[in-house]
């Protein structure tokens, strides 16, 4: 299937869905307690859903369990919610979607809880910065891997960190998974002319350690091989006829964030 450009007026449905996959995230970033169960967080995110009008784009998903994936520590990413409790120190990362009029949003942090090891804290740091690098990069008339290569250079400077190959980031409609695949490293200059309407979910998943992961017996949970722990941050975002970016799932649309790296975000889906 082609990639599914998006007219402005689709783009502000699905403004509504990543708002509100925003808004739950804010929601379960501050819920986020020692001594909770994952569960209770996954029951969180799905009031809050249905509160806001949407439904979950990965309940049932290929017979996904919850609402959220849960990922502790050596847990990366796809991690299903349970009676796991959440103690002193552990890095979590939370991924989420919605769907509102069929249009869908996907976005997901990581989180230190209590006293975070620094060197958590720096990876947690570096990935999310590596994905607004990503969006910093996307331009009309630019080519898709400069968004995997802005991402991978970025967190390449940043230390030894691996990055893992077999998932990435992916287009977005009215589908949670489309075309295009987003590599979170390569070279730039490569893949689809990035174009206007053009909506992907930019998501750098990292370890400490190695890339290397393998899927737990309840054929979901993505663990790394050498047990380092993981982060992961996603946000869904668009290109818009202005040429600027807009951040779907970021409350704010991106705009303080992406104003330090010198973007401007449009203003076209206010
Ligand atoms: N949000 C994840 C992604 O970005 C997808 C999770 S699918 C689920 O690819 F089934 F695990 F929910
Ligand atoms: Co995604």
Redesign the pocket.
Same mark, same amino acid.
């Given at each position: 299937m082609a990639i599914q450009i998006k007219t402005l007026e689709e783009l502000k449905i699905m403004r509504r869905a990543g708002l509100l996959v925003g808004q739950t995230l804010d929601l379960l970033r501050q819920s986020i307690k020692v001594g909770m169960r994952t569960d209770a967080l996954d029951a969180i995110a799905a009031a809050n859903i249905k509160r806001g009008g949407g439904t979950s784009?990965?309940?049932g998903?290929?017979g996904?369990p919850?609402t959220?994936?849960i990922s502790v520590n050596d847990e990366i990413?796809?991690g299903i919610p349970g009676d796991r409790i959440i103690e002193d120190g552990d890095v979590v990362s939370i991924?989420?979607?919605a769907i509102i009029e069929g249009w869908h949003g996907?976005a997901?942090f990581s989180y230190g809880v209590g006293s975070v090891d620094p060197e958590d804290q720096k990876m947690m740091d570096v990935c999310e910065e590596s994905m607004w690098r990503g969006f910093a990069a996307a331009k009309l008339g630019g080519r898709l891997t400069d968004i995997s290569h802005a991402i991978g250079s970025y967190i390449d400077s940043q230390g030894k960190y691996g990055i893992l190959a077999e998932?990435g980031?992916?287009g977005i409609g009215t589908e949670?998974?489309q075309e295009p695949h987003v590599l979170n490293f390569g070279k730039p200059g490569n893949g689809p002319e990035l174009v206007a309407g053009m909506a992907l979910?930019i %998501?750098p998943m990292i370890t400490r350690g190695s890339a290397k992961t393998h899927v737990l017996s309840d054929d979901?949970t993505v663990v790394s091989n050498d047990q380092s722990r993981g982060a992961h941050f %996603?946000n869904s975002f668009v290109l818009l006829p202005d040429g600027k970016p807009f951040v779907l799932t970021a409350i704010d649309g991106g705009r303080a964030k992406l104003a330090t790296l010198g973007i401007e975000v449009s203003d076209l889906l206010a």
């Open positions: 784009n990965f309940l998903y290929h996904y919850a959220i994936c990413v796809h991924d989420c979607g996907d997901a998932y980031g992916h949670m998974h979910a %998501e979901w %996603e």
